[in-house]
């Protein structure tokens, strides 16, 4: 895939994951300094603590100012012009999905760089996709939402699945990782469209 | 110890310790992939946090599949016969006890390779005994339960101090090692037969 | 700074870290154990993750035995004397304030020895100050206090931007770390004294 294009999915992603943990933390009433905190937390959770079970530090976030300037300008702007960035809540549905697919196929990517396996890898691309969520709930002392709502976890591990079944075919990377990512995408829009959701568990 | 008991233990201990993440889960009414996540973090919470702190990476159960596929089993099996499963609770302690003393020693025991002084050594020992419960109950919004019931990491404590008496007096390590375990299971099971607990700490 | 003043300083954050965790622990009534854990990862929360961040390990306080003995003094004193710590709480104040200037200068000067950038260097600086007090209340279950109440972070950012605009000027490193270290005490004092905190964000 296109560099370029990456670049731009990548920094879609960060600022729609950036913007659901600030309006979050606007809901609870947080100052302006905590929702700076929880916008950089669930926009980088998932790599670092990916980076972190790996052994790859400095963390990636660290390495450079983008993508920490990137999240401080999404956090001042949802401070700002929340109002109006609400309303373009269907343009961040769409870079949300497009982040955790890209995010996932990005944790894949990272775990077989280090030499581990399939179930591993795709593990690690859940938690690159997943955990940004995660860590902001926790903050925020709410049971993280990806554990009681909606297909999203359950997106990742499916596109972690069909990474590795096209990788035996021989086709290129390049082609994998756009499938997986367009892959990712329909399934949290078909979920988020038709109402789909895995049912609570019951302790019989 | 014979290799051939210490992976019974350690796998008795892993399932034991995740079936414990997934019935909270299960209570909570998350979706089973919200089951699975807890699972695994209960499982193996302690030793990542315990490696990530020594600087051990990729951490342990990112090295094979073996353990990851054990905790999906074990997650699966608790969605599926939950009801059963749960009427092996005395089953379920002694492998929970074991654990807990097999992961104690196992975190003394890394401590150690990585050249640090034994109160470290039982401070990563009781961490790799007892994290992975509280980041269970930290995901599940709880103030961890080891904070407030029961003597369980003091168990690990006593545990650990018994460990670095006995190195002292020249015993092979391997006796050491059955020694400590023993003696933390013994600790859990009279303490939770006896309902020994430390009293609440009053800010008087 | 000489550094047997720096040794004070850092010895006395690190008592009034604890000690704040370890309170706050008693209010919420957990067991002695509880408390001891929750004063530990009050005083060592934010070093450890800035060094795990940057890949420094094993972390700091796991190199040799004397912050786990103060530490450990310090939820004992509490546990044992927690009535009579509570009447120094100004004492407290004064080194907790000194322990997050001293704390958020280490953070900066950590992350410059790893070859990281300024920006980056005032986010390590302030969750080295700051990150101790989140874990805190994660693990109590409540909201951190730093992002509802207070100027507290943003005096750690607020001094890391001194910090590097004194660099330009080519004024010698120790003196540039007192001046900062004094800058961060003081907006705390100023805030504490007149009540100043940042108002909270709407979601309009």
Known sequence: MNKFYLDII??????????????????????????????????IG????RDMLIGKTPV???QDNSTALIILG???AALLFGKYLKQL??????FDSLGLGLFTVVGIEKGQEAGLSSLICIALGTTTGCFGGVLRDVLLNNIPL???????????IAGGILYFGL???GILVEYITTITI???????VFAVRYKISLPASYNK
Chains 1, 2, 3 share one sequence.
């Open 167 to 169: 990788l035996q075919t």
């Open 182 to 188: 367009v892959f990712i995408v329909l399934i949290r």
């Open 89 to 94: 809540s269907k343009t961040m549905f769409f």
């Open 146 to 156: 990806i554990f009681r709502k909606e297909i999203y976890a359950s997106a990742c």
């Open 10 to 43: 990548e920094t879609g992603g960060t600022i729609a994951f950036g913007l659901s943990g600030a309006f979050m933390a606007m809901e609870k009433r947080l100052d302006p300094f905590g929702v700076i905190i929880i916008t950089f937390v669930t926009a």
């Open 60 to 62: 990636t976030w660290l």
């Open 74 to 76: 999404t956090a001042i």
């Open 46 to 49: 998932g790599g670092t603590v």
